[in-house]
């Protein structure tokens, strides 16, 4: 069975903080792993993947991840937070069954 | 390409009454996938298909059916809504296998049962 747990229900932090989500999954065999974020409103986007390689990710608007292996984590990273990053973020894992997603993390960024 | 669309936007149900979610895509994916999300509550996935004619029952299939005759369309039925399935429903597709098979998502239907 696979599994994604993701630490943090709800974090509130100021503008220009910096930002750290905890993701850890539960799976045997080779993962492709992803950040999704969700909007206000919006349907879920991809915000980085990793499947192979370099284990630390970049993705789109300044957020990267870094896939530490020996310890089942997918931390998602981001050096200051801009209030438009308020959304929910889902941690997730594929393979070649099915999808499993983390519970979501809502981040609130106050301005 | 128009990714996965999804209808209808909106919908309010009667307690008791059925309805299919269509859900479309138009990338060629083996694997599609239907969720619905409920607040405080993240994704949880109602049912998949890994290919046409191929379905399986996620962690909350129950009051769900859904079938999967093309590789393009993934229809969700309801047969006799109830209020707890009040929910925002999303559908996704994605390659089955290979690299960085990330999901593609559609807009969701929001559903309301009364």
């Known amino acids: 069975a696979q599994s994604v747990s993701q630490h943090n229900h709800h974090v509130i932090l100021s503008e220009a903080a910096s930002l750290e989500l905890g993701c850890n999954y539960s799976?045997?065999?080779?993962?492709?792993l992803f950040w999704y974020v969700q909007y206000p409103g919006q349907h879920l986007q991809l915000l980085l993947k990793?499947?192979?390689?370099?284990?630390l990710v970049k993705g789109i608007k300044g957020f990267e991840a870094e896939f530490i292996k020996s310890k089942f984590s997918f931390n998602l990273r981001k050096p200051s937070v801009q209030w438009s990053d308020t959304a929910e973020y889902f941690c997730?894992?594929?393979?070649?069954?099915?999808?499993?997603f983390g519970d979501g993390t809502t981040l609130t960024v106050k301005p | 390409n128009a990714g996965v669309t999804q209808t209808p936007k909106f919908q309010v149900l009667k307690t008791g009454q059925s309805m299919t979610l269509q859900c479309a895509q138009d990338?060629?994916?083996?694997?599609m996938s239907w969720y619905r999300q409920d607040p405080g509550m993240g994704l949880r996935l109602i049912h998949y298909?890994?290919?046409?004619?191929?379905?399986d029952q996620g962690e909350v299939p129950n009051g769900y059916n859904v079938s999967r005759s093309t590789t393009e369309d993934f229809p969700l039925r309801l047969l006799s809504a109830a209020p707890s399935q009040t929910s925002v429903y999303f559908c996704?597709?994605?390659?089955?296998?290979?690299?960085?098979?990330?999901?593609?998502f559609g807009p969701g239907t929001r559903l309301t049962v009364l």
């Open positions: 996704a597709s994605r390659r089955l296998a290979g690299e960085g098979n990330e999901q593609f």
């Open positions: 799976y045997g065999g080779t993962v492709n």
């Open positions: 990793y499947f192979s390689g370099d284990p």
């Open positions: 997730a894992l594929s393979n070649a069954g099915k999808s499993t």
């Open positions: 990338m060629n994916h083996e694997y």
């Open positions: 298909s890994v290919g046409a004619g191929i379905t």
